[in-house]
């Protein structure tokens, strides 16, 4: 096959693993409902950010709410059949497989640009078929982001020794500065493009010009709070935010339990960039992992932005044992086709299986079953922007907002998840309120019938929030 054509292979393993059951695998995780919810409530009342949505900056948010949009979903008519509630994530999760395959595209283009073909080759596949690539199924911010941050690493590549520098030069930074304000860890990248335009010209004009829509465009943010007057709002977020904190060695921990081969090999390619010397990948990787383990809180799915440089990295290295052995091109050929077979059958046997089915259940049980106004309905965000669409009186966004207002009606539903059960310990009031309810109804999810001991099972350790469903009453 002609090397022009060999990338169509990990854009079409990519558009499996990250597009087939894209509702069912994963679960729904607690912050997909939070981004989703807010792309929603966007749509209905066109207000970019409610006085406590500021955590993050709401860029991400017109992303989702344009899919919901183009997707023309009456929410409020879900409930027809089992079948259409599921519709509620499924175009968000389709939305976020298809950035992934996009972003397959621009890890091989990158690649390719600065190492060459044969290193692109690897690195898209290591990140089509392997099975840390079901992370990017979540609809997570991080995920909406990556493909803008690799787009500004890209262009800032073309731009080294283009005529058309400069125009480059400014849509790379604007890229940037989009992906920051989709979620703001992503200006640890600044190192690594800022080198990459000051290495085509020497010239500290094109940086500093590509600095300002890298800057300014984020600043849309706070400078948006204080417009509408509720920039306090905004510094309690922000503060609350980078204040909540949790051990990366944990968070890396988890990498190593859901891809051991990725992880090894794609730090083994790290050290041996450093060796080499080669700032592209040492700029990419060190100010975010400084970051990330420095401030704020930290979940499996915020390395998102250092999977394409763990596979780049890793690519390097196993090209380059490629080429010390006889025959390279043969044996690159098998390299390649045995990364395949053993990605695409490990992370197809977890990606195949039905997690989140109870979730459904769940929404579908009390859409069906309370209609009581005098009833308070606790819920993780997974299910709460659900009820409120369909007009549910006295939902609350997230079960922890009793914990600073109390609830005023007679009678609460709690749909206690294990989500739930970790958080009980973070006042008392969540725990007051399970004490008080009784169960009527339990949910058990299907990643109970699979041994997570087992590889490439492992990973289901972090997909727990179906697992055990409880419908508590007072």
Request: hydrophobic share 50%.
């Amino acid at each position: 096959m002609k090397k022009q054509y060999l990338l169509l292979l990990p854009l079409l393993f990519s558009g499996f693993t990250h597009l087939w059951n894209p509702v069912g695998f994963p679960d729904i995780f607690f912050d997909e409902g939070v981004y989703v919810g807010r792309a929603y409530d966007f749509v209905q009342t066109g207000i970019l950010q409610q006085p406590y949505y500021f955590d993050h900056p709401y860029f991400g948010q017109i992303i989702l709410a344009s899919v919901f949009a183009l997707s023309n979903l009456d929410v409020s008519d879900s409930l027809q059949d089992f079948s259409s509630l599921k519709n509620l994530y499924l175009f968000p999760r389709i939305f976020v497989g298809a950035l992934a395959v996009f972003d397959t595209l621009l890890i091989y283009m990158i690649a390719s640009k600065r190492y060459g073909q044969n290193v692109a080759l690897i690195a898209s596949i290591l990140f089509a078929v392997m099975p840390f690539t079901w992370i990017l199924r979540g609809i997570f911010l991080d995920s909406l982001l990556l493909p803008l941050m690799l787009a500004s690493i890209l262009i800032a590549i073309h731009s080294e020794n283009s005529q058309k520098r400069m125009p480059l030069v400014l849509v790379s930074g604007i890229l940037l500065g989009l992906a920051i304000f989709t979620k703001i860890p992503a200006f640890t990248m600044i190192p690594l493009v800022a080198f990459i335009i000051f290495s085509s010209g020497k010239s500290w004009k094109n940086v500093g010009i590509w600095l300002i829509p890298v800057i300014l465009i984020p600043l849309i943010w706070p400078v948006y709070s204080i417009y509408v007057e509720q920039f306090e709002y905004w510094e309690q977020s922000v503060i609350w935010q980078s204040q909540r904190t949790n051990d990366l060695l944990e968070i890396i921990y988890y990498f190593l339990l859901i891809d051991p081969f990725v992880f090894l090999v794609g730090f083994s390619g790290i050290v041996y960039s450093a060796i080499r010397k080669d700032w592209f990948v040492l700029l990419w990787l060190i100010p975010f992992l400084l970051f990330t383990s420095s401030v704020g809180y930290k979940q499996y799915f915020h390395l998102i932005p250092i999977f394409p440089v763990l596979c780049i990295g890793g690519a390097i290295i196993l090209e380059n044992m490629v080429k010390r052995t006889q025959k390279p091109k043969i044996r690159r050929e098998v390299l390649v086709a045995s990364i395949t077979v053993f990605g695409l059958l490990s992370t197809g046997l977890v990606i195949v299986n039905d997690l989140s089915g109870s979730q459904f259940e769940v929404i579908e049980y009390v859409l069906k079953n309370v209609d009581d106004s005098n009833t308070t309905i606790l819920a993780s965000p997974i299910y709460s922007w659900i009820f409120l669409a369909h007009d549910k009186e006295n939902v609350l966004l997230d079960y922890s907002q009793i914990m600073f207002y109390p609830v005023e009606t007679e009678n609460v539903m709690l749909i206690a998840d294990e989500h739930f059960l970790i958080d009980i310990s973070r006042g008392k009031e969540l725990s007051e309120i399970y004490n008080k309810t009784k169960t009527i109804e339990t949910f058990r999810g299907n990643v109970n019938d699979i041994d997570n001991n087992l590889y490439p099972y492992t990973s289901m350790k972090l997909i727990f929030e179906s697992s055990h469903i409880e419908v508590r009453v007072n």
